[in-house]
């Protein structure tokens, strides 16, 4: 029983940051970082502005929290998708379902972490958040090239630079996504990008493959 009144204000705790994270998304995916403000934040997130001080220690904090919960979800979905093979080519087709859904799934998320607002770069405060995401991709495409490279000694995959190989399909998929994110006409519509996405797939399943392997 005493530890039930610190159980709920620990649960409380939570679902108040949780409410301050998604109101700190929505706002810089609306209005961008600089022009975001805290007062804000707090006003979406219907919490006091000193609710947000005592969870974040400022604006840079709450974004820097955002980028953490973006790499850590980013790495749930990839690591799930590789986990479930045991095979060089269902793992690197496991890490790019992965990633698609956490896209599908945490869709604001997804976009913080490829697609921050456009005038986070260039802050000096908030170059530790940025290069964490590029180590990120990077941790993931080397994955991805350990996979390739598995393919090649086993004799599935043609000859070829792993890195390379694993870095042009890690762009092109996530290119792929990206275009189904761009606006209007700009962008694939829902049919078209799951016809891109079936044609990727065939191209990562088939593309590779030596020509005496079927």
Known sequence: MAGRPSERQE???QRTRSQI???ALEAFSERGYQAATVSDIAERADVALRSVY???ED????YAALIDHALELDREYCDAGW???DDPIGRIQGIAEGYLRFYREQPGY???FRFPPSDVYGDPHLDKPTQHVADRIASEIDRMS???TEAIDLGLFRPGSPRAIATYMWASWDGVIACHMMPGHMG????EFEDVLNEARAIIAFGLLRADVS
């Not at 604006?59 to 709450?62: N, P």
């Open 21 to 23: 994270l998604s109101a």
């Open 54 to 56: 005592l969870h974040f």
């Open 11 to 13: 649960r409380r705790k």
């Open 188 to 191: 694939l519509s829902d049919d």
């Open 146 to 148: 350990t996979a390739v």
């Open 83 to 85: 986990d479930a093979a």
């Open 59 to 62: 604006k840079r904090g709450l």
């Open 110 to 112: 997804f976009r913080i």
